[in-house]
């Protein structure tokens, strides 16, 4: 189920596990410089205005007050370690003191190309919600998912027409063919994980430490199926982003924003659709899917039984919260979770 991926030369495990050091110490020393750049730029988190349905947020505002100010659009430098680690091979393996480099056409360059255009609309969506004022801030809606839809279409295009993807494999039976149809099981695997990891990031540290139990499961997955290149590329995330949670675990010292959680978000779902495992995404993301849920769920509630709720807060994660659970509980419950179903994903992955 993987013939459309060119196969490129082996790497070592060795030389994974030395890319992801390297992102890793990368994104650890230059995070005093970073947020001091933040700090000085009075680049900081606002505190939200309204909810989604344009209600006072009144539960998260009672948790959060405090955080206001905290600098943000730390994404910028998890995917600027993840592309540094990427150049570095490159250069390294010009000069022939490496076989492989990282920055391959057949495994890299749609991965990179997500995170890179989804990074800048997430950055510039950050910007304008630092310097916006009233309750209109960041991006509108319509621009917002417009660029999406149109990154999305340029993958799904690529994807598609170019390497020939056609087919989804579900596991435990096979591959079955969709025509057509993949372009926009595409944009809404796309749109979809990048919008449930945005929705996620919410807490210190929950979806940086989710995000790195998720990548892992790749890396492994891309590995069994001699994608090593790309096994490679999501050790790398994985050290880039534990780089940024060494600093952002309670109480953060600085926050990814949507700069982080839109690129890696949409990242994750190309990963999952370039190995073919577009439905181990459910397991290996399922805290993911389940806040995603929950703000669906509530938004319908309201809708359509008079505002009434079924969280008292949602994501769920302000449901936890409001229960005083208190936010490093919740964080790592949601962390113990995520991880088991990773771990479950990847037994699917193999088996299936």
Request: proline letters at 4%.
């Amino acid at each position: 189920m993987f013939e459309f991926v060119p196969v490129r030369p082996d790497i070592a495990v060795s030389a994974i596990l030395g890319y992801a050091l390297v992102a890793f110490l990368i994104g650890l020393l230059l995070t005093p410089w970073y947020v001091s750049f933040l700090r000085r730029n009075k680049l900081g988190k606002q505190l939200r205005v309204e909810t989604i349905d344009g209600r006072e947020p009144s539960i998260f505002r009672k948790y959060h007050k405090d955080k206001m100010g905290t600098p943000t659009m730390g994404g910028i430098l998890i995917w600027g370690s993840i592309i540094a680690t990427v150049l570095l091979s490159r250069g390294l393996s010009f000069f022939g003191l490496v076989e492989s480099s990282l920055l391959q056409r057949g495994q890299v360059y749609l991965p990179l190309f997500t995170l890179l255009s989804l990074g800048l609309l997430g950055a510039a969506d950050d910007y304008l919600n630092i310097i916006g004022s009233g309750k209109k801030k960041g991006l509108d809606w319509l621009p917002k998912i417009t660029v999406l839809l149109l990154i999305g279409l340029v993958g799904a295009y690529w994807f598609y027409a170019r390497l020939g993807y056609d087919s989804i494999h579900i596991p435990f039976y096979g591959s079955i063919t969709v025509g057509l149809w993949y372009i926009p099981i595409f944009l809404f695997i796309l749109i979809g994980t990048a919008n449930s990891v945005n929705v996620t990031d919410g807490l210190d540290g929950l979806a940086g430490g989710l995000l790195v139990v998720a990548f892992g499961s790749f890396a492994v997955l891309s590995y069994m199926s001699g994608l090593y290149i790309l096994s490679a590329f999501c050790a790398v995330c994985v050290g880039a982003i534990a780089a940024f949670l060494w600093h952002n675990v309670p109480p953060a010292l600085f926050y990814m924003g949507d700069a982080g959680s839109l690129a890696l978000g949409g990242t994750l779902g190309v990963i999952a659709l370039m190995i073919d495992q577009a439905l181990v995404l459910p397991l290996v993301g399922f805290v993911f899917v389940i806040e995603m849920l929950s703000v669906i769920i509530q938004l319908t509630s309201k809708k359509l039984r008079g505002g009434k709720k079924v969280f008292r807060a949602a994501p769920i994660h302000h449901h936890f919260e409001a229960l005083e659970w208190g936010e490093s509980k919740v964080t790592m419950r949601l962390w113990i979770i995520g991880a088991f179903f990773c771990f479950v994903g990847i037994l699917v992955g193999l088996a299936g």
